[in-house]
């Protein structure tokens, strides 16, 4: 299990050039506490059924894999929304590219979830045949993981973009709105289950990462618009397609996860003392009578399950959490902070936030291990902020966020793991003072230079670096970081191919186009078009670092 007690000393130091200081503030104990952070939160429970869709994925065969850049480059000729750059098409890489290299970043290509993830897809897959809708009753009833990671890939959006949920379909029509209506019974053409995800799978969708080799034809910089210049880029990274919370929508997604509120979270629609974090699904499934109001409670239960935490009314909280004004070190220590936006009060969960993001985290940083140990080399992972940007909901959002990844990657070195890490940089994520100081052997948030170093005896370089740098994602490694394989992530969309508003000939509007205008997500994340993108080839993060979901399961049941 990846989430373990982590509070045995691991050393913080300052990392310079030339001298090593110690560092004045004793992280460890700051992240004993904060109220929020849990690091051993136990798994959801598995029964019958659990086990029967697990043992499914074990005897997944694989499929061939062809590595035919001509096949690849027809299918994207074929696809059905145009591109609006020409520059990443595999078509014009292949005369000034490597084929070899260009053969090795097709088949390198895959989806990439988290242990809690597989057994989450379990869970839903169990919800929706007891208590889905008519529609999705008959829907799932044969599904398996497989069909339903597969379905993730295929059956989103091409764009889907803002608070009005505005989409672009493969068919290229578009609209707003309605999208909450699909695989209900006041569903209609030409938002249908059967073509697209619903909101609910929308909200598993954003678990599902996509992991490959790439070329880069120029730094990544939000404005690149697809221009090659690639005298300042690394020729070839990896890159993870990563999905953060999004808050956009009420109710819907990881607000109704995160967010309390005194509309939502109420027991009409299922929280309450009812739903609590230990109670199995597959029990209560049992007692409950199927009604609209017993699929509230059980949908309710089923993310009180995942997150371990009980589901809480905004009546039972909001005399416990009775301040708005909280100080900037309140609101990413403490594990519930009131908040007053646009004259609406929240309730924010940092518990939950902090077990998103680290989902995220420990996914990343896995997987970056794994394609450091393949290649030979030490890996720069570039951390962008998912969820950071539109989606986010409270400006204290970024300390949890790289207090979260900084506690996840700590754990993750004691246990021996990330032996293959040698940096990791937060990049255009800009903390408050206090956690800026963190990174300063003064303890000062003015030095130029933000770093830590997280020291381990058993790492081959005595250690990971971790900086917070403003570097464009894929700018070239230089000096010391030169010959590293860099490992970068960028903000990808739950319900949109990559590039998002790319597709809309939008290329400059956020870092999800700018990845698509300089990568080759466009094509090769795009399971329409890179044929070997597909479930059979799954990675699981787990306790021991990465294995294919077939070799995944099947230790679990050995």
Known sequence: MLLRRLFVPIALTL?????????NMDLPKQFQSFAWCKPDWCFPSMSKE???????????????????????IARSKAFPIPFPIETVRLEKLKVRRPIEKLKKNIVSTYPLI???????????????????????????????VAD????????????????????????????AGGWETIGTMQQKPPLVLEDLLSYDELKLAAY???????????DGERRNAGVVSEE???????????????????????????????????????????????????????????????????????????????SYTYQELSTYVNSTDKSDQKQYTDRFIKLNIRNQEFIFDNEVYYKRIGILAETTLLEADARAKEEGKPAYVNIIGCGLGVWKISPHQVDVYVLTFLERARHMLRKELLQNVSDINFSYIMPTETILAMFNGTGSSKSKEKKLFFECKKHPRGGINV??????????????????????????????????????????SSGDPAAACSTQVSELHNAHINPVLRADRTRVAFTKGLATIQEYCQQQHT
């Open 15 to 23: 990392c310079r050039q030339t001298t090593v200081k110690s560092h």
């Open 50 to 72: 659990t086990n029967e869709l697990l043992n499914q994925c074990a005897d997944i065969q694989p499929a061939d894999v062809s590595d035919d850049v001509d096949e690849v």
């Open 114 to 144: 988290h242990e809690r993830v597989l057994l989450l897809m379990t869970h839903f897959l169990i919800y929706k045949r007891e208590f889905g809708s008519p529609i999705e009753k008959e829907f799932y009833k044969d599904m398996g």
């Open 148 to 175: 339903l990671i597969d379905r993730i890939l295929k059956k989103r959006a091409i764009s889907f973009v803002g608070a009005r949920d505005a989409y672009m379909l493969m068919s290229g029509e578009e609209g």
């Open 208 to 218: 599902v990462y996509v992991s490959g080799h790439t070329e880069c034809i120029n």
């Open 232 to 310: 300042k880029a690394e020729k070839s990274a990896i890159i993870i397609g990563a999905i953060g919370p999004r808050f956009q929508r009420p109710s819907r997604m990881d607000y109704e996860d995160i967010l309390i509120t005194e509309e939502q979270n109420c027991p009409d629609n299922g929280y309450g003392e009812e739903v609590t974090p230990t109670t199995c699904l597959n029990v209560l499934k049992t007692t409950y009578v199927r009604n609209n109001q017993s699929a509230k409670h059980m949908w309710r239960q089923m993310w009180s399950e995942f997150f371990q935490v009980p």
């Open 467 to 508: 900086q917070i740098l403003k570097r464009q994602p894929s700018s070239q490694l230089t000096g010391e970081d030169s010959g590293k394989l860099l490992v970068m992530t960028y903000p990808w969309d739950g319900n949109a191919h990559p590039g998002n508003e790319f597709w809309y000939g939008s290329l400059t």
